[in-house]
């Protein structure tokens, strides 16, 4: 895809050197380090989790990016990738239940991101990847990073206040594929199968009597997710289901992979 970027947009590369100031969201095995441990282990189901699309040669938006494991894992598979993710500066979503003190909360968040934003850099120098990373929140992912082939949303929708506008946000962009995956928790696995006779449907995950989760807004089913991106132009959709392991136990995920089918991405910038 030939056109002229904004070099702007994207963060200077930084040195890390020290695991122990890093944080991971999944397990990788990286060059001089050895294994480090997150979450979730997708090794084995990265095929699965990214909907078996082929990416050689495609440019890729990688939305939620963390510590990195999906974008170099794309990029091993010949993509070229941006990675867009929070920095510190940028406040997680966090739910603002009342007579909480969500400022210490939120404050919390960005010491997460800090050290996850270190993991992906210390992953990037070990891999000698070529990816690129910008910051910003997904409301407002800047133009200046240019058209991509395919934008990929792995398990962040359920994590942001207003996920239809995030996909709004992010569907600007690719000009042929979305790949959106989520997980759906073990309590709503009846309802996601009595989902299928009601209809696309999300439920709202925040308890105020426990007071949790704070950084959880939504069960978002697969239906609903089909929805939103025909309406953003993506009708042609397909859904496939997966298990992956999540701290030792396995989680059953949904992968919805959707093609353009109306409209277009964002201006690519002039010449």
């Not at 030939?2 to 050197?17: D, K, L, N």
């Not at 209809?199 to 978002?220: A, I, K, N």
Request: charged share 25%.
């Amino acid at each position: 895809m030939s056109q002229t970027i904004e070099r702007g947009v994207y963060a200077e590369p930084r040195v890390v050197t020290d695991v122990r100031d890093c944080s991971f969201y999944h397990t990788m095995d990286l060059p001089g380090h050895g294994l480090v441990r997150g979450q979730w282990d997708l090794r084995a189901g990265i095929h699965r989790y990214l909907g078996r699309v082929p990416l050689a040669g495609k440019r890729v938006l990688d939305v939620g990016a963390a510590s990195g494991f999906l974008t170099f894992s794309m990029e091993s598979q010949g993509a070229d990738v941006v990675s867009y993710d929070l920095s510190p500066e940028h406040a997680w979503d966090a739910v603002p239940f009342a007579g909480t003190d969500v400022s210490a909360y939120v404050a919390e968040r960005r010491e997460i991101i800090r050290k996850l934003n270190n993991g992906y850099w210390l992953s990037h120098r070990a891999l000698a990847s070529r990816a690129r990373m910008a910051h910003g929140t997904i409301y407002a992912i800047p133009a200046g990073i240019g058209r991509v082939d395919v934008a990929v949303c792995g398990s962040i929708l359920n994590h942001v206040r207003d996920p239809f506008r995030a996909l709004e946000s992010v569907l600007a962009f690719p000009t042929e594929t979305v790949i959106v995956t989520d997980v759906i928790p073990r309590r709503q696995l009846a309802l996601q199968w009595l989902g299928r006779l009601l209809g696309p449907r999300m439920t709202f995950v925040p308890d105020f009597r426990r007071q949790e989760p704070r950084d959880t807004w939504w069960v978002l089913r697969p239906e609903l997710v089909r929805q939103f991106i025909g309406v953003l132009g993506f009708e042609d959709a397909r859904v496939s289901w997966h298990w992956q392991p999540y701290e030792g136990r396995k989680r059953l995920l949904y992968t919805v992979v959707g093609r353009r089918t109306k409209g277009g991405p964002l201006p690519a910038p002039p010449a």
